[in-house]
């Protein structure tokens, strides 16, 4: 079996099994501490993120895609713009309620919730200010 199967199932084995033991510290974090130090210490040869592709690079250039505005675009678009409203309606209250409990006081869900709903349906219409309330 190949080395990297071998990591990919130690670090698998790892996060499944140590909540078990202990909750004490994130399971992730100690597999990934421990099949690096592993791989470091045995001097294991394995796949990096470099052997992959290119890591090298920046931020990306700005510009403008180049899309017809035609109705065809906007029946690509309109779904997941409304998908998007959905999830900004969803996350709205559930953070109000975080806020809430870590606060003691009562925010109000109307005002929080449609300022936010608008913009996110339609943002090539809307400014970024207009989310304000």
Not at 101 to 125: D, F, K, L, V
Request: proline residues 9%; glycine residues 6%; charged residues 10%.
């Amino acid at each position: 079996m190949d080395n990297t199967r071998v990591l990919i199932a130690l670090t698998v084995a790892i996060i499944y099994l140590l909540p078990k033991l202990t909750t004490a510290v994130p399971s992730a974090l100690v597999a990934i501490f421990a099949v690096a130090g592993i791989v470091a210490a045995a001097g294991i040869d394995t796949k990096t993120v470099g052997d992959m592709g290119s890591i090298a690079g920046g931020l990306p250039a700005f510009h403008l895609p180049q899309v017809r505005f035609t109705l065809g675009t906007f029946y690509v678009i309109a779904p997941y713009s409304l998908i998007l409203a959905a999830i900004g309606l969803i996350e709205s209250p559930l953070t109000l309620n975080l806020v809430d409990e870590i606060t003691a006081a009562a925010g109000s869900r109307t005002r929080n919730r449609w300022p936010r709903a608008r913009p996110t349906s339609s943002p090539a219409c809307s400014p970024p200010w207009a989310a304000a309330p």
